[in-house]
């Protein structure tokens, strides 16, 4: 298999091969990058792209530093991403891991983006093997340094991703001996990856061959970006690069496109949607089925930030107001439900939605001091309040009465947040808020209502004119999600019909 890794010393070589290497791009203003960048990446991959944020050691996958040079969706044969790669990564993200869609920022913007993440993989790639050079005692200057990456990270020639081709008997059947060749090893005769070959190494990489029926494709499922995949490989994860000819790629990418059930390919991609609220003279009672059913459904996928492949995967969203107050029912599957206090579990089933005002704070981290969000939460019950009832289950004090079914009551408040320090200090500091919830037939539903106005400075005021954006997590009680490991959505938009 090959190895993506990068070699200090290998600008000799390189020097050799350049001429095949694809020009740069005309430089957009970089400043315009380096402050979207900031805004909107630096939390989880860091200010200089190393990715040693304390978000990202809450993250499975967790990002790679770009300096590693290591980019799994990749078009090129030197597994190095052209801007048009990370163009694409960027408008699409990638589907199972917190890495969202930023398809609604203008093209120019994901341009910028895209050359501010390379700027960092040189600069972080230049300072590395400057540093190595002053610790062997190498002369090489900090721009020589800078030259040699420069080289290194330059997309090499475009591999052959062949054409989409008919679909026939003898083509399906060259496909799958090919897959049973080059790949069933990895993901399995039926396409659903060997969990035998999950690995979890301490770096935080999560290495799954990937599930093709499951949907969560971190790169899109049509013929181009397939082909991409199976020909270039996966930079820094076990998916290798094949050395395939155009009508073996075509037929290859045909039969593991049959793997792949339709309409999944862009199940869970984290597009923004805008949803509208209706403007409703009366509002349902939360517990009127009927009248909800009434109401846009509207699908917002998410994904577990720490994977779980039978984590919480999508949100179903109906809202109204009657310009007085908001109701959001959010619905959402889950097998088991978990509002006990069970042996050993540190949080029961829960919600959260999250609102700010246009300004896209950090969305996992939930805000940041200087960009405040208010979360509207529900928990099963209060892992304050609980503390210590699980310790007695099983507990052999004598004469002591342990009840065998602790039913505590749920928390819900309305909170102020302002970064992940903030999340533990503010607990229980909220204002109260109403949430129904009822569990049936595998599916929670809880519903939120509060005044449009907000009680508060340090609430949302929905009752001002202009969108919102408001996203959602879900956790999975007997999952042991709890704090950080819990689905999340992007923000979306909430536009209230005046
Ligand atoms: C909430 C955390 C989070 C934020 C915010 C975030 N990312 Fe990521 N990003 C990730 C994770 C996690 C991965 C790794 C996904 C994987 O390997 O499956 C990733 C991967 C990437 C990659 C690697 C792509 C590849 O081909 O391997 C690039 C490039 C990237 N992000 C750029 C950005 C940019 C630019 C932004 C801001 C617009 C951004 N990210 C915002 C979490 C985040
Ligand atoms: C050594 C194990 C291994 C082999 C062999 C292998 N894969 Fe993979 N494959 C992986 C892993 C691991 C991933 C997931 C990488 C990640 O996202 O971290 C993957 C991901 C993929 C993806 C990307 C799906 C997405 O998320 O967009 C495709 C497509 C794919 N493999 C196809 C193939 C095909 C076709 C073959 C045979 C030519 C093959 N793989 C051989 C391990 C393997």
Request: charge should be negative; include cysteine.
């Amino acid at each position: 298999m090959r190895r993506h890794l990068l070699v200090a010393s290998a600008g000799a070589l390189l020097l050799a091969t350049c001429t095949q290497l694809q020009p740069a791009r005309p430089i957009p203003p970089r400043s315009r990058g380096a402050e979207l960048y900031e805004r909107h990446c630096a939390v989880c991959h860091g200010l200089d792209g190393r990715a040693d944020t304390t978000v990202a050691e809450l993250l499975r996958p967790r990002p790679n530093s770009f300096e590693q040079g290591l980019f799994k969706l990749v078009s090129t044969t030197n597994g190095m991403p052209t801007e048009e790669d990370l163009v694409q990564t960027l408008r699409r993200g990638m589907p199972g891991s917190a890495m969202m869609s930023w398809g609604w920022l203008p093209d120019p913007d994901l341009q910028a983006l895209a050359h501010e993440v390379r700027n960092l993989a040189v600069r972080g790639r230049a300072e590395s093997i400057h540093r190595t050079a002053t610790i062997t005692q190498q002369a090489l200057s900090l721009d020589e340094a800078t030259a040699i990456a420069e080289r290194e990270l330059l997309p090499g020639p475009t591999v052959d991703a062949g054409s989409p081709i008919e679909i026939t008997p003898t083509t399906l059947d060259e496909g799958e001996r090919l897959y049973r060749q080059h790949c069933a090893s990895c993901h399995g005769n039926d396409g659903r990856g060997l969990p035998a070959l999950q690995s979890w190494p301490t770096d935080g990489t999560w290495l799954w061959p990937r599930d093709f029926t499951s949907g969560y494709l971190r790169g899109a499922a049509d013929h181009r970006a397939l082909a991409f995949r199976i020909r270039a490989g996966m930079p820094g994860s076990h998916m290798p690069p094949t050395a395939l000819s155009t009508s073996e790629t075509n037929a290859l990418v045909g039969y593991v496109k049959s793997l792949i059930p339709d309409s999944a390919g862009d199940r869970h991609v984290q597009w923004r949607h805008t949803v509208r609220v209706a403007r409703l003279p009366q509002l349902p009672t939360a517990t009127d089925a009927a009248a909800f059913a009434q109401l846009d459904g509207i699908r917002l996928p998410a994904s577990p930030l720490w994977w779980r492949a039978e984590a919480c995967s999508e949100v179903t969203l109906r809202a109204a107001h009657d310009g007085r107050e908001l109701l959001i029912q959010l619905e959402w599957a889950d097998a088991t439900r978990d509002d006990q206090v069970r042996p050993g579990a540190r949080l029961g089933d829960g919600i959260a939605l999250q609102f700010a005002r246009e300004q896209d704070p950090p969305l996992f981290a939930m805000g940041s001091r200087a960009l405040p969000v208010n979360v509207w939460r529900w928990h099963a019950y209060d892992p304050k309040e609980t503390a210590g009832m699980a310790d007695l289950f099983g507990s052999t004090h004598q004469g002591l009465d342990v009840p065998t079914n602790l039913q505590p009551k749920p928390r819900s408040e309305s909170i102020e947040l302002g970064g992940i320090p903030s999340v533990a200090t503010e607990t229980g500091a909220g204002l109260p808020l109403t949430v129904t919830t009822t569990w049936q037939d595998g599916h929670w539903r809880a519903t939120f209502r509060r005044s449009l106005a907000a009680r508060s400075n340090r609430e949302v005021d929905l009752a001002a004119p202009g969108p919102v954006l408001f996203a959602t997590a879900v956790w999975n009680g007997s999952l042991d999600q709890h704090a950080g490991s819990k689905s999340i959505t992007t923000w979306h938009v909430l536009e209230l019909e005046r």
